[in-house]
């Protein structure tokens, strides 16, 4: 479900506009609302999702040859080290040529081959706060993880992944990486593919000092981005799912690696990540990207630069309970606000539809619109238009 569209249906159910009210105010068309209205009575929240335009079925039963080659290509990628599901083996059929059944006919191919081992419970994907980037180069992420050669020895990899396309901009080796050869990556990165918009990286002293004990002084790759106008962002302490794609990555990357020996030397190991990055970049379709690989989709659109404006529209729609003290909180660019409705309306549930820093408040028992707000980001407390 789009939050647009709910903001749509909620401002005509609940907050009394019109439909050629909401289309003007919104910037969309009156039929557009009235279908939006038609399905959200029909169906609930769950009328407003995006109707699908796939075919219902494919006619016919899959031939044999089909079958046994997706039984083959499940173990040749398994033990090569790559994604081996249903997504990433119609892939490879369309490849070969082949016209590919549907991914859940594929799943019951693999489970009726015994192939399929049920998945541990895991967190669903709803749950999670998912943001990606609109355009190539808006936003790339960096971090390093680590290997192993041969005789034990423990190296690190440091890698940058952009965030729009999944494209692995460059993955490299070392014994321990330093600030300057974080900056020295960065530099011939940015040669080769520009300046991007933005860098999220964690808080390693090797991408900030914000965290040191010493305070004032700047690291080597902070004032790099400084000197190119490039946005630096850093995930939260204790919470690496803000660098969720690149965390995803390196297990994509490790599996692969638990493929091969490990390397004599880090000679050989960055011969083996060159390899890996030709294949991951060319080779291997991503479910994010619709099937794409991320070299397809990093050179589909134009890049951001540091001077890219890009689309930041925000639709949120949410109930909330006026407190005692006549206030209902926000967050905003990532704080809480608290917004002052009044203690004359103390207890009352209410509803806030939120269209960037536009916020409308209305009451959830009579319909009626209590209050608006235009939010200063600056503050905290946020007083109530007049």
């Known amino acids: 479900m789009k939050p647009k569209n709910l903001v749509i249906v909620r401002a005509v159910t609940d907050q009394g506009l019109t439909h050629a009210e909401a289309a003007a105010r919104f910037g969309v068309?009156?039929?557009?609302?009235?279908?939006?209205?038609?399905?959200?009575?029909?169906?609930?929240?769950?009328?407003?999702?995006?109707?699908?335009?796939?075919?219902?079925?494919?006619?016919?039963?899959?031939?044999?040859?089909?079958?046994?080659r997706i039984?083959?290509?499940?173990?040749?990628?398994?033990?090569?080290?790559?994604?081996?599901?249903p997504v990433t083996i119609a892939w490879y059929l369309e490849q070969e040529g082949h016209r590919s059944p549907s991914t859940s006919t594929i799943r019951r191919i693999l489970h009726d081959a015994?192939?399929?081992?049920?998945?541990?419970?895991?967190?669903?994907?709803?749950?999670?706060?998912?943001?990606?980037?609109?355009?190539?180069n808006e936003c790339w992420q960096a971090d390093i993880t680590h290997w192993f050669l041969a005789n034990g020895t423990r190296v690190e990899i440091l890698d940058f992944l952009d965030d729009h396309a999944r494209y692995l901009l460059d993955i490299r080796p070392a014994a321990a990486f330093t600030g300057p050869m974080v900056v020295t990556a960065m530099t011939e990165l940015i040669a080769r593919y520009g300046p991007p918009y933005s860098t999220l990286t964690d808080n390693g002293l090797v991408f900030t000092t914000r965290l040191a004990r010493f305070k004032g002084a700047r690291g080597g790759f902070e004032k790099l981005l400084t000197a190119h106008r490039i946005t630096q962002k850093n995930g939260r302490p204790g919470h690496p799912q803000t660098q969720g794609k690149i965390e995803r990555f390196h297990r994509t990357l490790k599996r692969w690696l638990t493929a091969r020996p490990l390397p004599d030397t880090i000679e050989d190991l960055a011969a083996r990540l060159a390899q890996f990055q030709t294949w991951y970049n060319t080779a291997r379709p991503h479910r994010a990207l619709a099937g794409r690989t991320p070299e397809q989709a990093y050179t589909a659109l134009p890049k951001?630069?540091?001077?890219?404006?890009?689309?930041?529209?925000?639709?949120?729609?949410?109930?909330?309970?006026?407190?005692?003290?006549?206030?209902?909180?926000?967050?905003?660019?990532?704080?809480?606000?608290?917004?002052?409705?009044?203690?004359a309306h103390s207890g009352t549930p209410v509803l806030l539809l939120t269209h960037n820093r536009d916020v409308t408040v209305s009451s959830m028992n009579t319909g009626e619109i209590i209050a608006?707000?235009?939010?200063?980001?600056d503050k905290n407390y946020q007083a109530k238009n007049p």
């Not at 290509?73 to 080290?81: K, M, V």
């Not at 015994?114 to 190539?136: C, E, M, N, T």
Request: no cysteine.
């Open 114 to 136: 015994g192939l399929i081992v049920p998945a541990p419970h895991k967190r669903p994907r709803s749950s999670y706060i998912r943001f990606q980037a609109d355009l190539p």
């Open 71 to 85: 039984v083959q290509l499940r173990s040749d990628l398994t033990h090569s080290g790559a994604d081996a599901g």
């Open 372 to 377: 608006e707000f235009t939010i200063d980001p």
């Open 304 to 343: 951001a630069t540091p001077t890219t404006t890009t689309d930041t529209t925000e639709w949120r729609s949410r109930t909330d309970t006026v407190d005692q003290h006549g206030k209902v909180t926000l967050r905003y660019a990532g704080q809480i606000r608290h917004l002052g409705i009044g203690r």
């Open 29 to 68: 068309t009156r039929q557009w609302v009235h279908t939006l209205v038609h399905r959200y009575e029909a169906e609930g929240p769950d009328g407003l999702a995006p109707r699908s335009r796939a075919p219902k079925n494919r006619p016919g039963t899959t031939p044999p040859a089909i079958r046994d």
